[in-house]
């Protein structure tokens, strides 16, 4: 939902109308404008995913200060874990500073004083929670923040960020938004007790997320002919009768919920201008069927049609 376009505003209103965009969309903040008055432009959407949020700003250059009496004013969300599509940020807090680029996340305590800019502006996404939401203490987050990197979900998590925010516009029309951003909490639960260390509840926490955390896995490698029970459950140090285990207890088959995934990509691809182009086989090895008649069997049996039928209708 887009809550400021500051070509819509005159020129004498676009600081007021950024510094409550801002407040509105965030928490209470100073917002210091880097640039002329007549140069400032922002470009901000904010989507609402069940338990968390999606915020999106480009902007000219930009810093905003979170100080002790902006905290004890309060504000609805706590958290935020952001990434630059566009440029560079900077980030101080707790003692901690972070030049933030495009293939590194940050995390934000909204409960604590920071500041946040991008000198030279650019574009920032984060993915917006409570600590209800959490459940986990302050302290581990503020543990886990200058460790993020290191931590082995970092990656899973950029990704998954990276293309939630891509696509959030479509996902948050969907009925299943808020079990997106329900995941989404998961995922960046995971990332801060693995980055945090040795905290205590750290195992308990993986072995919940474990789920959420393998289909976001597979689902970012599914045109991958080697991924199987096999080398996920290796992935994410875990037995595969254990990663069955999981899948059972929700009441899904992996092979079939694996299969699925392949043929939901396929389907979509063939309607696309890329994939009516392309001959079955190809489309059926972009998305991990190493035999392309087994794929037109299973795409068959799911849609009503074989992929070469439904490629010509679309």
């Not at 504000?75 to 101080?92: D, I, K, M, T």
């Amino acid at each position: 939902m887009l809550i400021l376009d500051t070509a819509a505003v005159p020129l004498a209103d676009r600081v007021e109308a950024f510094d409550a965009a801002m407040h509105q969309a965030s928490v209470p903040c100073r917002v210091e404008q880097r640039t002329a008055p007549d140069e400032l432009h922002a470009e901000m959407h904010l989507w609402s995913l069940g338990p968390g949020a999606v915020f999106t700003t480009r902007a000219s250059p930009f810093r905003l200060v979170r100080t002790p009496r902006h905290v004890r004013l309060g504000g609805h969300w706590a958290l935020a874990v952001s990434f630059q599509a566009q440029g560079r940020g900077e980030y101080a807090q707790l003692g901690h500073e972070q030049l933030v680029h495009g293939s590194q996340l940050m995390v934000v305590d909204m409960s604590a004083p920071y500041s946040f800019g991008c000198a030279v502006g650019g574009e920032a996404r984060s993915f917006q929670l409570p600590y209800e939401s959490l459940e986990l203490a302050p302290d581990v987050v503020r543990r886990a923040t200058p460790r993020l990197r290191a931590s082995p979900l970092h990656g899973l998590v950029l990704a998954h960020l990276q293309r939630l925010c891509a696509t959030v516009d479509d996902i948050a029309a969907q009925p299943g938004a808020a079990a997106v951003g329900a995941a989404t909490v998961e995922l960046v639960r995971a990332l801060v007790v693995s980055a945090a260390g040795d905290v205590p509840g750290r195992a308990q926490v993986r072995e919940q997320t474990l789920l959420t955390r393998v289909r976001v896995y597979a689902d970012q490698r599914l045109t991958d002919p080697g991924l199987t029970p096999e080398s996920i459950a290796a992935a994410h140090a875990v037995s595969v009768r254990q990663l069955y285990k999981v899948f059972a207890a929700a009441g899904i088959s992996l092979e079939q919920w694996l299969i699925e995934r392949r043929l939901a990509a396929a389907h979509a691809h063939l309607a696309s201008p890329a994939g009516r182009r392309r001959t079955i086989a190809a489309v059926a090895h972009a998305h991990g069927f190493t035999d392309a008649s087994h794929f037109s069997r299973r795409f068959a049996a799911a849609y009503g049609m074989t992929p070469r039928d439904y490629q010509r209708t679309h």
